[in-house]
Nanobody
Framework: VQLQASGGGLVQAGGSLRLSCAASGRTFESINMGWFRQAPGKEREFVAAIRWDGGSTFYADSVKGRFTISRDNAKNTVYLQMNSLKPEDTALYYC????????????????????WGQGTLVTVSS
């Protein structure tokens, strides 16, 4: 699976961005997807995950109520709508994919993923 993330940029606190991750190489509708982020000097952390059919989602507590993960299997794309952005959301955001089937919380662990995109930078100014 090849993943291409896009949509990052510079935004003021309180603003919104929508990230996209386009997938190719395998049957997208059978792949579970996640978003992670990594700030300078910090470890990669989980943001959100969505099951292969879109029927279940899971969020980190830090983004719950502000971020929404969704997918369009017809377009082979997963999205991360980010609202009410805060300076602490500043990071390089990565999408990831895995074709294994467990409970949705399984997909909150970076080591459980097999494929990663290149990352897109989100900078939130105060």
């Amino acid at each position: 699976v090849q993943l291409q993330a896009s949509g990052g940029g510079l935004v003021q606190a309180g603003g919104s961005l929508r990230l996209s991750c386009a997938a190719s190489g395998r049957t997208f509708e059978s792949i579970n997807m996640g978003w992670f982020r990594q700030a300078p000097g910090k470890e990669r952390e989980f943001v959100a995950a969505i099951r292969w059919d879109g029927g279940s989602t899971f969020y980190a507590d830090s983004v719950k109520g502000r971020f929404t993960i969704s997918r369009d299997n017809a377009k082979n794309t997963v999205y991360l709508q980010m609202n009410s952005l805060k300076p602490e959301d500043t990071a390089l955001y990565y999408c990831a994919a895995v074709q294994k089937y467990y409970s949705i919380s399984y997909y909150s662990t970076p080591n459980h993923y097999d494929y990663w995109g290149q990352g897109t930078l989100v900078t939130v100014s105060s």
